[in-house]
């Protein structure tokens, strides 16, 4: 009621320095506060920074490791980036995954005879439209009948979760093989390798060929410029023609489709199969990953990367010197607040 | 000559390169009303602010009763007795006018104390004149009861001091003559007022000093007495407002817009627009007079299409556009200006140029085949910001850097630039300062010269009767009286906008 309701943030000292120069000094300051964690744990920091660094980049076959993890989580991140900046709150990468996995999985194993060569780009567009169902069933909920979209994504991550489940313990399940999954796809489904002899499939280029273009639309074209002036204000958006229908629909439909060749591409290039649990966390890791890159998709690329070997180094870490990988979460979680509190409201351009 | 109720003494603030305010002195003896006159950027807002402990000074002290004010301590303002009526209220909507007294009273302990309440309401409404029943409920009230509870709340915090941040905005005529009458009230037993206003009328009927700001100093301070509208126009401008805009003698051509028994609902799905009917002919400008929230803005957007019409129809040059898109409607030749700067007809945090394209982004020049071509528009953006004389440091620095005045010129670059057929214009000097108020009507009377056709829709009486070709009201969702501006009638017209229409058909 008096004016002592006015948060005055400017009475701080403002975070000087380019936004980018922010997002490294908070992913530094994660790192130190750890450091903490790590001693009083009794365990020398610099030993356990070492097994990370070593994890992740210790061989060929680790960083292969890596990149073949950066693809999803860089894919769904890009998506969830997006859907951000154009004000519409998608929780459910998780979920789109999950069912773009589930789609690709069943052409590939169903069609793989049919088809021959040409099952691989169809398994990849089936994964790609799985997704796509998966959002629009969430973007009709939310503008029929108004459910407010974080509810409605949320909750269809876990239905999702539960018909992967489902299909994997009934039709689809490989018999006899003692863990939810379905039969290895044939080989002709399998998603090729970067480099010869190497476990490096195409998902990167892929999700980073995205990012760029993602980077183009939103800054190039008529759509890009619609999704920001959706995101920045609803009223102007309305005024200049467009509407949230329109919005709405279409940034599902693109993380649709993101989200569910990042489940494609994690079952025909690593897995070579539907396993249950196969992307478990994905998702989630891909909101973390946009909010990090502060939702710039060029930026989403570094921020998946960070991510994902700071996953694979943190489970040799365990290995060797005993120190819990959950760790990582930590240094994950203090990050994305550090970057959330230098970063700002207001500090993204439109 | 006893001590000053408040001096504040070499106020200076910087925002950066800006001085909002430089070493302004300012002294309010208790039981005077002193008026606060300046544009918009002259410092007004900071230094109450200032007052208020909202913003700390770089430099100055404040003394009030004799005590300095601890700088940037809203609740030390509060309690030494300065109360603020701002120009939004702070209520809450669904409690009575005695609840929303005791929200702002606070330290009433923990017990409620409704009738004692109540029964004070009651006294000090009597006392003023004010007219409250505790008991009401605040958003059954009209606008004009609702600064009175705002007032109430002041008065029942003891303030001594109080700031009426420009409060006849959102009055009707007869309301206003109503607030003075309070206010000389107040000031007969013994309090003092700042009263911040951009109407020299009311300066000079209400207040006993005038002191005017200009660029963050004090331009001019003067006792009302013997002070003239045209000296205290020329202190707050620097220069003599020039006369009434002319207008080129034209005969009106034929209809262009055209609206038949149009109603339409809010957002909240109250009707506010009801079988209201109006014909616009080119080269004429229809200027609506009204209060605020009498169906104006479901008028406005109902037109542009961007509410449906619930029933009735409009034509635009013969053809039938009820059921159109905003965006057909803006390719057929209708331009909007909406009231709200700040979030319809603006983006803040894009740049100037992007918010020129705003409404066009999907046609050349601005973009060709879904690709945006910055290069290719940079041409008619530098052409239109020249043309509407936009005061920018470059086309790419963002909208919210510009002042209020040139964020309106680039709305006004945007939809005349296009050189439409019809424009609706909905308050579209609403917070300007009299400079950049005459550049927007200017321009507007400019497109009329041309022979376009203009529905003007305004809360400011004087813009309406100065702009207008005919001159009507739109009150309670009707649209009533309208008349040639030589057959303006000022008695009828203010029944009118205070809703006495009962025995006046709708006319057209």
Known sequence: MTASTTI???????????????????????FVITDLLILIAG???????????????????????????????????????????????????????????????????????????????????????????????????????GVHEVLVTLMMNFIAWLVVAEILHGPLGEIDAGFPQTPMFERVAWLPKLIARSDLHIGILIAVLAAIAAHIVLWQTVTGFRWRLAGASDKASHYAGGSRARSVFSLMAVSGVLSGAAGAIEVLGVHYRLIEGFSLGFGFNAIAIALLATLKPLWVIPAALFFAFLETGALSMQRQIGIPSSLVLVIQGLSLIFVLCAVGRGARKV | MSPALLEMRGISKSYGPVHANIGIDLTVEAGSIVGLLGENGSGKSTLMKILFGMVQPDQGAIVFKNKELAPGSPRDALRAGIGMIHQHFTLVN????????????????????????????TELSRGYGLGLDPESTVEDLPLGMRQRVEIVKALMREADLLVLDEPTSILSPPEVEGLIGVMRKLKGNGRAIIFITHKLGEVLSVCDEVVVLRDGKVSGRTPVAGATREGLAHMMVGRTLAEPPRRAARAPGRERLVARDLSANDAAGLPRLQQSSFALRGGEILALAGIDGNGQAELCDTLAGLTPALSGSITLDGVDVTAWTSSALLAAGLAYIPADRSGTSLVQAMSIADNLALRDIARPPFSHYGWLDRKGAR???????????????????????????????????????????????????????????????????????????VLYISSELEEVLSVGDRIGVISEGRIVGVTDRADVDMVKLGLLMAGHHANIPAAA
């Not at chain 1, 009475?11 to 530094?28: D, E, F, K, N, T």
């Not at chain 1, 929780?91 to 690709?104: K, S, T, V």
Request: glycine content about 14%; overall charge positive.
């Open chain 1, 8 to 30: 005055a943030p400017a009475r701080w000292p403002a975070w000087r320095g380019s936004v980018a120069l922010r997002v490294v000094q908070s992913i530094g300051l994660s």
């Open chain 1, 43 to 145: 365990k020398n920091p610099l030993a356990a920074y070492e097994q990370i660094v070593l994890g992740a980049f210790g061989s060929w076959a680790r960083i292969v490791v890596g990149l073949n993890k950066a693809a999803p989580y860089m894919l769904a991140g890009i998506g969830v980036a997006l859907c951000f900046r154009g004000n519409v709150a998608n929780m459910g990468a998780e979920g789109q995954i999950a069912i773009g996995g589930l789609a690709a999985s069943i052409f590939a194993l169903t069609c793989a005879g049919a088809l021959g060569a040409a099952t691989l780009p169809f398994a990849m567009l089936a994964g790609a439209l799985g997704g796509v169902v998966w959002a629009a069933i969430a973007a009709v909920i939310h503008l029929a009948r």
């Open chain 2, 94 to 121: 669904g409690m009575t006018v005695a609840e929303n007294v005791m929200l702002a009273l606070g330290e009433a302990g923990f017990w409620l104390d409704r009738k004692g309440v109540a029964a004070r309401i």
């Open chain 2, 379 to 453: 041409g008619l953006v530098d052409a239109r910001t020249r043309e509407f004389d936009v005061r920018m440091a470059g086309s790419d620095a963002a909208i919210g850097t510009l002042s209020g005045g040139n964020q309106q010129k680039v709305v006004l670059a945007r939809e005349i630039g296009r050189d439409p057929g019809v424009l609706i214009a909905f308050q579209p000097t609403w917070g300007l300062d009299p400079g950049a108020t005459r550049f927007v009507i200017d321009t507007i009377l400019a497109l009329r010269d041309r022979g376009g056709a």
